[in-house]
């Protein structure tokens, strides 16, 4: 079975700065998805980055990059520029890939991100 | 367009009784699934659909929890004799199927549910 490990429980990054979140993961397949999902204390899960295993780029979105390690099944997230409204919990999560065709995914425990002004 | 819509956004039961859990996904999406998020975990995937039909329910805990999208679009998460580790916000997604691509799914707010 995929498992997914968010090793930080708790973070904090002045504005402006930036930040790393760490992820590590399991599995035996040799194609599938990781993500990184932000949740404010709204509840709602949104999407900040995805990244395809078998792409060796690393995936950027703005102020978001990621460290994608396959080898080592390390996918950590990197927050440039830090703002007030990036405070939040985030996740990592893992999908396998089943060509389109819904796909649950694996979540970590989550690590909070504090952003202090 | 509208988004994925849960109701109720909380529900507060007692031990033992039956509830009910809405999700309205997004119009047209084909794929539809239910995770469970307790108190300062990540989400654990319940069950998925695909149109009317239930592709993986691998999550379900036990046979109190079942789910029904008798028409491809609503689902109702449904928890009998409820126990207080139930409790935790129930989260309903969705998304479309297109073969060869990746499919994002979308969140909705969840429904809290506390069993006293």
């Known amino acids: 079975a995929q498992t997914v490990t968010q090793s930080q429980p708790e973070m904090s990054v002045q504005e402006a700065e930036t930040v790393t979140l760490s992820c590590t993961y399991d599995?035996?397949?040799?194609?599938?998805?990781l993500f990184w999902y932000k949740q404010p204390p709204s509840r709602q899960m949104i999407l900040v980055i995805r990244?395809?295993?078998?792409?060796?780029q690393n995936a950027t979105e703005n102020r978001f990059s990621v460290n994608f390690q396959k080898a080592a099944k390390s996918f950590s997230l990197k927050i440039s520029d830090s703002q007030l409204g990036d405070a939040a919990m985030y996740f990592c999560?893992?999908?396998?890939?089943?060509?389109?065709?819904?796909?649950?995914?694996?979540f970590g425990a989550g690590t909070i991100l504090r952003v202090k002004s | 367009g509208a988004g994925v819509s849960q109701t109720p956004s909380n529900k507060v039961t007692e031990k033992g009784k039956y509830v009910e859990l809405r999700c309205d996904p997004i119009?047209?999406?084909?794929?539809l699934y239910w995770y469970r998020q307790s108190l300062g975990q990540g989400p654990e995937f319940l069950i998925y659909?695909?149109?009317?039909?239930?592709?993986?329910d691998s999550g379900l805990p036990n046979d109190r929890f079942f789910a029904v999208r008798p028409e491809g679009s609503v689902s109702t998460l449904k928890i009998q004799r409820t126990e207080r580790g139930d409790s935790a916000v129930y989260l309903c997604?969705?998304?479309?199927?297109?073969?060869?691509?990746?499919?994002?799914?979308?969140f909705g707010p969840g429904t809290r549910l506390t069993v006293l």
């Open positions: 997604a969705s998304s479309s199927t297109s073969a060869g691509s990746y499919n994002e799914q979308f």
């Open positions: 599995t035996s397949e040799s194609d599938y998805y």
């Open positions: 990244q395809e295993a078998y792409k060796q």
């Open positions: 999560a893992y999908s396998p890939y089943g060509g389109g065709y819904g796909n649950k995914l694996v």
């Open positions: 119009s047209g999406h084909t794929a």
């Open positions: 659909f695909q149109g009317t039909g239930a592709a993986d």
